[in-house]
């Protein structure tokens, strides 16, 4: 096997340790300014890549980040990996029962949030193509179908990412986002596969773009449903018969690496072999949290990081900038994919807030956007010009969605937790063990209260606690339902000292359960309530401080100083 | 940055994903046949490698795993980020207080087991070069010095995962042994520093020696010391300023690979830097049990296979096998390095059972041998022969040492875990809440029953619990010491229904606590029932039906059944 020079270890494990740490601080960072982190990981790359280190210190980037030679494949080898693996952690989050029950809404945002960019950018690529730096010898047709993918298209792993960061990616609004986004990118990708297919005909490579497609949708199919099936069927046999984590660690990862190359090997890109793995593996209810949550926090905290930092390192945003081109293709781009993410979620009935936020979160490209443009840039359809155009719209709606989504969502009326907190709604000892007792416990307290068909409550309640478990982790749970002709939210408080299972991903009991019951008629406030208690407790501390009040009193100040606390954090 | 071919992004999927999951499966198989899992990872890389699939279908392997090119640069890049990862967890699951406790014995051990086999090495090398397969233009004292050296070195990474195999990693013995090895590899590897600065200066390069002999022992200096305090000190910071475990996790990645470039960067390998990085902060208390599991899974599962199955890549062991050279070169090998660590052992006051192991568990050469092999033949030091003999030497030592150490250990007289179980010290309902209650409670009852000075036993007790915590996970702890002056082992057995925190890896309290005290003549005694209670609770099941007993009678037998169980199985 050819040998790596004592160089080009240095280098590569160097450069990986800089670009792993500054990202890492970097996305701390854009945290604590309540920004998603994959801003501060994207800005690490841009400090590091051509346009500030490159220029700052040529020499020291060029041995760090060489454009050529051993580091440079290393480099673009493990970053590629990070996607894959990313892709894989967003894949094992999807939650297909939701998707199911999101279907038709994640639908209409999908077909409007492609259609609407694709129409226009096509127009405008194809009426004044060189105001958009269309390569003068790129075939018109060509360069407008690209630009007008290049409009339409979403970045997933992005996406995924901001919502995680704002901790919506389980939530229902995340999930219409999330399977919108799949929807959008598959026909993306496709498309983009075809227009290559197209180039190849001109020079004699035309024969597998039918092949491209048709496996495509084979596959997707497959893994949908036989293939989803089988590996819900071996999963308990592997859990089985291997040594716990190694076993599913090793069979999942092997699994993605595997269809990414079948992807990669089909014509369209490895990212999708792996997310399409994940979907298929997260949903099987044999998957341990313990196993999700390794795998998530390696794949989130290490890979992640380095790929969106790596992707800085491509270009330099300097010396082909203009400004002209930058603004139109950014209000373009912007205009067209929020319209149409938006009014595809008020087609699919959601609130106006609900629907700005999903215009907003469909408008991210990240990744998709740069590789997109990368490759087109390869095949000569556009210049280096529209390339960092498209890079910049690229960083920029990725960078505008988490902030702009936070402010609408918040903009909704903002609820006081402890409105919602009443004395009668504190059960200091939950007879409890199970969670299915503990649910009956805490919703018949709710319902004889608040004068609820106690039934019909804990019916909803249970059944979305059986697609998804509310265990939140430091021994904390989330039960939660909306309810038809409820006219204010609802939390009942039940402590339970023994502690109850609720599969929570670090595999604690649950000591801490808030019932969330919502108006049906107000889809924002079991986002707001749900949120705040999760970041409440993300403190560990605060559910030892709980378990030492003694009665409402002491447990209602704690909650509201935290409450308090953070807000003006 | 240069980028890859769909084709390279194709095959590096492809052979990655067939890497882990022959390497997973082979793992899991050798230990399903009681033998540590690196075996069947080793044996992965032989069947994937020229000697097998390379022999059968020679185009698949040249596709799979080209010898030149792009992906034979990233497959060598990530078994070397796989190794370096692998030997920051070995270096995180280093205790140094132990060893501090260990240091005349480990010392006794390490010096033997260089000196023996060195001196014979040289002897052997220098009197009969060619028979010792010498290549004809090589400088007799280097291919001695070298000879010598390839004889003395250990196998930090593949004792460190044969011990972790066998459930010894963090008891005493394998505390000797992972320090003896220690020693071992940093003089190993600086006299071949030696080696090929003396080379150098037959060609002009000669400076390097001493800067990196100083600087070597400098680094290894500082992490031991201020380094570690200085981590020591960050981490309470960065834990609680970052979001849990990012924070931390990101923090330690980002050490160990600026350590290894740093270490590389001096002249020794790459895995020296990252495994000083995780022996510094894996010594601070600050480190949480949790975030050492994550890093630990998902390198023991995916790295580590990899890099051992990649190992079986580099070398085609038909075409060079020469039966007398490796033959000769085995047992000599064998037979000093056995001699020297089992001389050391008894020197430091082991007794004879365990000195046998621990000289068959130096033996080990694995990685270190076939990357010193590796780099004596592309410097023209030794032949294709001998390179073959050296690989088999380094593959059949690391596999006869697991094996071989089981036997041994088990060898000596098998107490029945049920005679060690009596009903006056059997607590079915603790009082404590704390550890250093439930360490108090117990002991006493133990001191009352056997007559022991109550005192003295709760102070060994503890000392090894703030050592290392003794919660084994699944909500069981297995607290222990050895009791000068006592006869028989004893075991108490106390059983919380809420629980009491032992800082397991999994977090959960402990719920069932073993006592295990045994006799200071009899050193085998504690490692067999801990390794006993180890195994009867890895099924998470077995917990539950504890809880579910009312009084001894009940619970011996579940345990002597499930004793047995484990014995035959």
Known sequence: MENLTPQNIIVMFLSLGILLGVAR??????????????LGELFAGVLLGPTVLGNVAPDLSAFLFPPQGPNAIILNAITTLAVVLFLLVAGIEVNLSTIRRQGHVAFRVSISGILIPFLLGFAVA????????????????????FFATALSISAL???????????????????????????????????????????????????????????????????????RWLIHKVLPLVQAHTRWPGGVLGFALTLALLGAAFTEWIGIHAIFGAFLVGVAIGDSSHLRERTRATIDHFVSFIFAPVFFAGIGLKVNFLTHFDLPLVLTVLLIACGCKIAGGTLGARWGGMSSNEAWAVGFAMNSRGAMEIILGLLALEAGIIGNRLFVALVITAIVTSMMSGPVMRFILMRAKKRRLQDTLSSKLFLRELKAISRREAIHEITSAACISAGLDADAVEAAVWAREEALSTGIG????????RIEGLLDSLIVVGISDTGIDFDAPDDKSAHLIFLILTPGNDPGAQLEITSELSRIFREQYMLERVLRTKNFDDFFVLMKNASVEQQSA
């Open 25 to 38: 601080v970097l996305g701390e960072l854009a945290q604590r300014l309540r920004q998603p982190s994959v």
């Open 157 to 227: 792993p992005v996406i995924a990412k901001t919502l995680m960061d704002l901790d919506l990616y389980r939530s229902d609004l995340g999930m219409v986002i999330v399977s919108a986004a799949i929807f959008n990118d598959l026909v993306g990708w496709i498309v983009f596969a075809i227009i290559l297919g197209l180039m190849g005909a001109a020079s004699g490579h035309a024969n597998h773009i039918m092949s491209t497609i048709v496996l495509t949708l084979a596959f997707a199919g497959f893994m949908l449903t036989l293939g």
């Open 474 to 481: 430091n021994g904390v749970a989330l039960p939660h339902a």
């Open 126 to 145: 194809w009426l004044i193509p060189q105001a958009m730096g269309r390569h003068l010898e790129a075939d018109p047709l060509i360069f407008a179908l």
